[in-house]
């Protein structure tokens, strides 16, 4: 959580130390006091805004109450739940979106290569035609302006060049 974002596995590591400070013995109340620190230190990473409602509850609360009842416990542990689902679908949304811009990306250099290839016909064909008004007249065709279909004829060209190794 070194940018200060929770993660999936941000999660599971402070769920294991919570764990394993559920099952610390405190010997003192200095040790009580240094446990509901820690505790209440990861309540504010997990949940900046505070519990949701209806739990609550301060984190510390939560934690300490879940081994009074089944009901404290299954209130505690649904609300871990809740964030691991909260964090999942954010991180599907976030995958969502970065296969989208792939594929983007993707169909751009499929549709450069095209063009590039157009225009290796078009050249071959007419010769003495300029460089810029062959690739201008394609990139009409795929509804670009003047510099946008230079642009995308060259990169295609180099994507044929490189494909072609």
Not at 47 to 65: C, K, N, V
Request: proline share 2%; net charge positive; aromatic share 6%.
């Amino acid at each position: 959580m070194a940018d200060g974002k929770l993660t999936v596995l941000s999660v599971l590591d402070l769920q294991d130390e919570l764990r394993d400070l559920y099952y610390k013995v405190t010997a003192t109340s200095e040790d009580e006091a240094i446990l509901e620190a820690r505790v209440k230190e990861i309540g504010a990473q997990l949940f900046p805004e505070g519990i949701p409602h209806p739990l609550g509850r301060d984190f510390w609360t939560l934690f300490a109450w879940q081994g009074r009842s089944s009901g404290d416990a299954v209130d505690f542990h649904r609300l871990l739940n809740d964030l691991f689902a909260r964090l999942a679908a954010e991180a599907g949304q976030k995958h969502r979106e970065d296969l989208g811009k792939a594929r983007s990306q993707r169909d751009k250099n499929n549709r450069n290569m095209q063009m590039a290839r157009q225009f290796r016909r078009l050249k071959a064909t007419n010769p003495n035609d300029a460089d810029t008004c062959l690739k201008e007249k394609i990139g009409r065709q795929h509804n670009l302006k003047r510099s946008a279909a230079i642009e995308a004829i060259n990169t295609g060209m180099k994507l044929l060049k490189r494909s072609e190794k």
